[in-house]
């Protein structure tokens, strides 16, 4: 610690400075109001409506001094990148540590959610940018479910479910133009696949009731191809994130929590699966179906081994003792091993998947 030292010989401590905000008021990190119009137009092109699946690119500087779009495309350099997102935190800061003004709180929270847009485009894994965004679906969820009634009763708002379906589509084609787009490690984002894995947990069945014209209750078939169709676009998503990013077990993971979801469908014992024969036949089919687009992503990746590992979880599941299960299971060992006999390819990837026919006590020749 510094000290002075006064006439008499006496020790005298500097005079203590005032404490600086760490958060500013956003208006003055951005003073200039190009920079502001940069912003708002980056904001506008973020959320576009109706909502659609972006593809994304930030820009090195030299290319271009605007941001580049077209249709569904956004290239932005990272020059204008970089003061837009110190806006956007100083923004969701000033929203997270400041007292919610009644008059201000509607505005604040719509500025908040926009600023979330900027912020994880700049940084994928930014915690509290998806906290919030988390917090705005799972009250606008509470808000469709029930509503409180003078005389302590609730009934479920028609309007307010309605405003949550479109939430939750919005949220999906935003984390899903995140990770399929050619950005910095963004594919690869633990968070942002954690966060999609919540959405998927917690709102698939609203998403489902909402696409039941009829307004008859939801039954267990209809659930279940509803939910076959969602996995199958899932794993179109995976498969383009692994493009991406190889070795993508963050990805990979994602899918195999879709597969278990949907394999909780089946009846626990195989006796009992005729008793259901239709939903059994439906996710059998589809199990078959995956398992050959798998297996084709794997061949044009053959040094990918996250990609094999997800295979042979797929092939594992209990629809190989189904009809049909083992003959499926068999023919990608044998077209697996035509690969590499016809290509004499030497890959420790293709190598590790051929030994686990073993694991999975398949014949691969017979």
């Known amino acids: 610690m510094n000290t002075t030292t006064s006439r008499e010989g006496m020790f005298v401590l500097p005079a203590r400075k005032e404490r600086v905000s760490t958060h500013p008021?956003?208006?003055?990190?951005?003073?200039?109001?190009?920079?502001?119009?940069?912003?708002?137009?980056?904001?506008?092109?973020?959320?576009?409506q109706p909502p659609t699946i972006l593809e994304i690119e930030i820009l090195p500087s030299s290319i271009s001094q605007s941001i580049l779009y077209t249709d569904h495309c956004i290239g932005i350099p990272k020059s204008l990148l970089v003061p837009c997102f110190l806006r956007a935190r100083s923004i969701l800061s000033f929203h997270l540590t400041t007292a919610p003004d009644p008059n201000r709180l509607i505005a604040t929270q719509k500025e908040a959610l926009d600023a979330t847009l900027v912020i994880l485009l700049f940084d994928g894994g930014h915690i509290s940018a998806l906290n919030l965004r988390k917090r705005s679906l799972w009250a606008l969820r509470i808000a469709a479910l029930a509503v409180h009634l003078d005389d302590g009763r609730t009934r479920v708002e028609v309007s307010k479910r309605q405003e949550l379906i479109p939430a939750i589509l919005r949220e999906f084609l935003w984390v899903e133009s995140l990770i399929t787009s050619p950005l910095y490690k963004h594919a690869k984002s633990p968070t942002l696949w954690a966060h999609r894995w919540w959405i998927v947990k917690w709102f698939w069945r609203d998403v489902a009731g909402a696409m039941i014209q009829s307004g008859e209750p939801v039954d267990e078939q209809v659930e279940a191809g509803i939910l076959i169709g969602f996995v199958e676009k899932e794993l179109q998503i995976v498969m383009k994130a692994g493009e991406r990013h190889s070795g993508n077990y963050h990805a990979w993971n994602h899918a195999r929590e879709m597969v278990r979801l949907v394999m909780l469908f089946l009846p626990t014992r195989t006796e009992e699966w005729y008793e259901n024969k239709t939903v059994t036949k439906e996710i059998g089919e589809a199990w078959r179906s995956w398992i050959g687009a798998l297996h084709r992503w794997c061949l044009g990746h053959p040094r990918d081994i996250s990609g094999w590992s997800f295979l042979v979880f797929l092939m594992d599941q209990p629809m190989r003792h189904a009809e049909h299960g083992k003959d499926a299971v068999r023919d990608v060992f044998q077209n697996t091993e035509n690969f590499v006999k016809r290509f004499e390819w030497q890959g420790r990837s293709v190598d590790w998947f051929l030994g686990s026919a073993n694991y999975l006590r398949i014949d691969s020749h017979g």
């Open 25 to 48: 008021s956003p208006s003055i990190l951005m003073s200039s109001s190009s920079d502001i119009t940069t912003y708002t137009h980056l904001i506008s092109l973020l959320s576009p």
